[in-house]
């Protein structure tokens, strides 16, 4: 072999090894997701940023139907949430709003307007008002660890998410994303005391062409009581400008009827 | 607003339909809601009670409201309240059943930061939950176990959003409907921010007394603290001057000056329970001495005397407890208890009386339930409660049904 192959074999050594090191960078940069990505396309999926849509939301105790309530809901950024009241008739003339961290409920027949907890139950169901007028999880929780394990048998991103304050309703809430396209399948939240209270199951998720989500069904299950649970559909999405004037405290007496 | 005789309800029902079937043609679909409720309520004598010794009685009832509304795409509404109160049995040779108009009003939109409220109307002014101060137009208070409010027979007010924290009022109302001449006016300062929510009234009643209501309130976790109050350019307050046993010549009405009356609370919610404290400083009420005078004039005369409930004293203190899921998912327990007082030291247990109540709630469906009340009073030789209150030891049942 002369020198001149020697320099040749050499050259096309370094250039293998220096496009197999680019490979493997590229591998890594394109082929895997970070947790926070995987925070905010589930983020992403499960709030709308602004729409209205119709909100259902369906009590079962003991495995049998107890009752339902149904909300028109309207929703911008990731802090202002209105949810007006339609049936059933202990519903009518009731909305709530979510504005930051403040919670009203106002009452149309008496003109009564209260500022209420986040962390109490909405009515008398397994959803907390935070749960229902819900906000990006990003905003109050923190993600602590991420991995891809196997979870009874099949495949998920885990992400660990734990609260940033005391002022929020759970401690620490674990989500399963799916791998293929990145949908959330399950959350379980955990109370400050570290047990299992709820696990929330995402049944339905339907994108439409934009990619935008236009059908949500999922079923809180409390975990604490067998046989409990609320089913909840978020249908009917409407993605279209919202005023600002809905997400006034002062404007639910004009808008709740 | 009570009808009198049959002709005059027609014409009035007929009126009211014709606001809502005339417009309904540029509105959406006319809403129809409510509930009903039928009680069985057995009322016993007060043994203590110092007036003229009443029966007990057992009467069942039937109570409701029907709400007819509708609302267009530029929210414009129409709200019709019909409240239904009826008895099973004849009253005093009236019909059982009674229809009476309670809201009739509509809203109109100026602006979309404008919306003027016109004609009979409940508004709600205040933070507490037992004693309402602040409300000069449509006061909420207690009988039994219950609310009750004086809807205000006229109302107009102009309600404009300034910013998204802030919201202005102008109000001009009629207290009675037998004194159409006596104008009231009214101007509000709605201001939240954050955790933090608060109202400022400025009342110029008959234009010419001037009354001041401020609400507070502050949301901290579970937790929220409140206080509302009112203060009084002047108010009147009867006082026993004489006891010659002519109840004409022996009160008089003192004008007071300068009143400042307050409420001071806090309410904590739980997942499933809930707590309230509220303390009542109400600055019109007798003081020790005049509330011993009162009594023993009472109770040596056997006269009939002006009282208000809850209003009497200077101090009262009332306590509430709430636990859902009581023994069973659809059951609800509620306690609480109301002191009325004077101070804490000398005296406390001989002018202090206590009324308790009982609330017991079981969910027959969403929207039907059932509920059991008692109450029961207790109180020293000079205590409100058990020796101004008619009725003693109550009991009721009521089943509500909502559509």
């Known amino acids: 072999m002369d020198i001149l192959s020697l320099y040749e074999m050499r050259r096309w050594r370094w250039s293998l090894l220096l ?205 604490l009581r067998e046989g409990y649970y609320t089913k909840v559909t978020i249908s009917e999405i409407k993605y279209k400008p919202i005023p600002e004037l809905y997400f006034q405290r002062s404007y639910l007496r004009a808008i709740t009827h | 607003m009570k009808a009198g005789n049959g002709l005059k309800q027609f014409c009035l029902y007929l009126y009211v339909i014709c606001i809502f079937v005339l417009p309904t043609r540029a509105m959406a679909t006319v809403e129809i ?140 109302y009629f207290r009675e409907v037998k004194n159409w001449d006596e104008l009231n006016l009214a101007t509000y300062i709605d201001y939240h921010q954050g955790n933090f929510s608060g109202d400022g009234y400025f009342y110029y009643e008959n234009l010419n007394d001037p009354y001041l209501g401020l609400n507070l309130s502050y949301q901290w976790g579970l937790y929220q603290f409140y206080l509302e109050s009112i203060w009084k350019g002047k108010t009147e307050q009867t006082l026993l001057i004489d006891e010659t046993g002519d109840r004409s010549t022996d009160f008089l009405a003192v004008e007071r000056k300068n009143m400042l009356s307050l409420v001071i609370g806090v309410s904590l919610s739980h997942d499933n329970w809930d707590l309230l404290l509220e303390y009542l400083r109400w600055q019109d009420g007798y003081n020790l001495a005049e509330q011993r005078k009162f009594i023993d004039y009472i109770k040596a005369y056997k006269t009939d005397y002006y009282y208000k409930p809850y209003a009497f004293s200077k101090n009262y203190l009332a306590i509430s407890w709430s636990l859902d899921s009581f023994l069973h998912p659809d059951l609800t327990l509620a306690l609480s208890g109301v002191a009325s007082f004077q101070s804490l030291s000398g005296g406390l247990s001989s002018f202090s009386s206590w009324e308790f109540s009982t609330n017991l709630r079981y969910m027959l469906s969403q929207n039907s339930e059932i509920t059991f009340h008692a109450s029961c009073l207790t109180g020293g030789e000079y205590g409100e409660f058990n020796n101004l209150f008619a009725t003693g030891p109550s009991m009721a049942l009521v089943l509500t049904h909502l559509f």
């Open chain 1, 19 to 223: 496009f197999l090191l680019l490979l493997i960078c590229c591998g890594s940069v394109g082929g895997e997701v970070d947790g926070d990505t995987l925070l905010k396309k589930s983020d992403d999926t499960f709030f709308m940023n602004e729409a209205k849509f119709s909100f259902r939301m369906e009590d079962y105790e003991q495995g049998a139907y107890k009752k339902y309530y149904l909300f028109d809901g309207y929703v911008k950024g990731v802090d202002r949430y209105l949810l007006v009241g339609m049936e059933p008739a202990v519903l009518r003339g009731m909305s709530h709003l979510r504005v930051e961290d403040v919670i009203y409920e106002y009452i149309k027949r008496v003109d009564r307007m209260k500022q209420v907890s986040a962390k109490v139950a909405f009515h008398n169901s397994l959803l907390t008002l935070e749960d229902v007028l819900n906000t990006k999880l990003a905003t109050y929780y923190d993600l602590e660890e991420w991995e891809k394990a196997n979870f009874e048998g099949e495949e998920y991103y885990i992400l660990r998410l734990q609260a940033k304050t005391q002022m929020v309703a759970y401690y620490r809430i674990n989500i399963l994303i799916r791998p293929d396209n990145l949908l959330p399948v399950k959350r379980e939240y955990f109370s400050y005391s570290g047990q299992k209270i709820k696990e929330m199951v995402f049944e339905e998720i339907q994108l439409n062409q934009a990619g935008k989500t236009e059908l949500i069904k999922f079923t809180m299950y409390d975990s």
């Open chain 2, 33 to 172: 809601y409510g509930g009903f409720s039928v009680s069985l309520n057995l009322d016993k004598a007060n043994k203590e009670f110092i007036g003229a010794p009443p029966g007990g009685d057992l009467g069942a009832y039937l109570g409701g409201n029907l709400y007819l509304s509708a609302v267009n795409e530029e929210n414009y509404q129409y709200l019709l309240d019909l409240e239904i109160i009826g008895s099973m049995d004849e009253i005093s040779g009236e019909p059982p059943l009674g229809l009476s108009v309670n809201q009739l009003y509509v809203q109109i939109p100026l602006t979309s930061y404008n919306y003027l409220y016109c004609g009979r109307k409940i508004k709600e002014i205040g933070v507490s939950n037992f004693f309402n101060l602040s409300n000069r137009i449509s006061p909420r208070y207690l009988t039994g176990y219950k609310y009750e409010r004086n809807v205000t027979p006229g109302f107009l007010e102009l309600n404009s959003i300034v910013t998204p924290n802030r919201a202005h009022g102008l109000i001009m």
